[in-house]
């Protein structure tokens, strides 16, 4: 248990616990919405390439970024809040920050999956 303390972990276990007050219930029905918001939210950001789209990319990376860090998940809360940022930038920038936005939500969802659903 004290590796999936540890700071470098996708997710800060010692946060979530405190937030949802150690309640294993609770937890696999939070972790259940994220991950369906999530992949939600990243199908929005890839429709939102176009920068005259670009409210709909703020919304969704706004979002998400919330989302992410009312679970402790607060790296991929940091990537998210640069694509909020960047929300009219080119399509290429906005491909490449998706593209890290999946790399970091897959590890935060692996982590989910092999440490957390009890």
């Keep these: 248990m004290d590796d999936i303390l540890n700071k470098k972990a996708p997710i800060d276990v010692d946060f979530l616990r405190s937030v949802i007050n150690d309640d294993p219930e609770f937890e696999r029905e939070l972790f259940k919405i994220f991950v369906e918001n999530a992949n939600r939210n990243i199908e929005k950001m890839e429709e939102s390439y176009d920068p005259s789209r670009y409210n709909f990319w ?56 092999e440490n957390l659903l009890r």
């Design 58 to 113: 703020y919304m969704a990376s706004h979002a998400f970024k919330g989302s992410a860090a009312s679970v402790g998940a607060f790296e991929l809360s940091k990537i998210l809040e640069h694509a909020q940022k960047s929300s009219e930038e080119s399509s290429e920038v906005k491909a490449e920050i998706v593209k890290q936005v999946k790399e970091e939500f897959a590890k935060v969802n692996k982590f989910i999956n």
